[in-house]
Structure formats: C-alpha cells, structure tokens
Nanobody, 124 residues
Framework: QVQLVESGGGLVQAGGSLRLSCAASGRTFSSYAMGWFRQAPGKEREFVAAASWIGRSTYYTDSVKGRFTISRDNAKNTVYLQMNSLKPEDTAVYYC?????????????????WGQGNQVTVSS
C-alpha cells in the first residue's frame, strides 16, 4: 500500500512563499509520475503541476507558471511544490498524488494514490 504524507501548508500574505512536501512510502515511487492538485471551496479539484518519473519533464497549469516549481527527490521518496509570489486565488487545499503510470497526467483520474490534503491560505 502506498501512503503519501504532505506537509508545509499554512497561512501567508500575498506575495509570499510556501513549500509543500509530500513523502511517499513504498519502493516504486521513482517509477511513477507525481502531481499536485488543489481544490478551493465550492470548486472542482484542479491540476496544478506534475513531474515525470525522473523529474526531467515538468508541467504546470497556466495560472501558476513562473511562480510554482515542482521537483522530486527519488532518493528521499519526496516530491515538492515551491510556491512563490502567492496570490489570494491560490488559496485551496493542496493534494499530492501518484500517477497510475509513468506518463504524466493532468486529470485526477490519472492518479491512483492521494495525500491527505494540506490547506494553503493566502491573505490579501
């Protein structure tokens, strides 16, 4: 069984930074794409960023390009989301997820294991 444990969320002022971490159990972490999603109140869960299995290919939703960076350390079974220049509209619960395959997906259906979620609140 794969477990994903997130940390690093919190409250920050607009323009500030946060780094989310997601530690995974299991030996096959490096064989799968990893992604970050977020869900704001009353909205559907949306794709934020994803990294291929060795992290050389990264993908972002347009609204976070140039501000967020996804990275992974396969030796530590951990994926990160560095969030800079945060905006109030970034406020949401953020989830890390493991892809079902090595291919990078942008929809929740392409991910089979999920973290517990971590609240990020950006005040104006």
């Amino acid at each position: 069984q794969v477990q994903l444990v997130e940390s690093g969320g919190g409250l920050v002022q607009a323009g500030g930074s946060l780094r989310l971490s997601c530690a995974a159990s299991g030996r096959t972490f490096s064989s799968y794409a990893m992604g970050w999603f977020r869900q704001a109140p009353g909205k559907e869960r949306e794709f934020v960023a994803a990294a291929s299995w060795i992290g050389r290919s990264t993908y972002y939703t347009d609204s976070v390009k140039g501000r967020f960076t996804i990275s992974r350390d396969n030796a530590k079974n951990t994926v990160y989301l560095q969030m800079n220049s945060l905006k109030p509209e970034d406020t949401a619960v953020y989830y890390c997820a493991r892809g079902s395959t090595v291919s990078v997906g942008r929809t929740p259906h392409e991910y089979d294991y999920w973290g517990q979620g971590n609240q990020v609140t950006v005040s104006s």
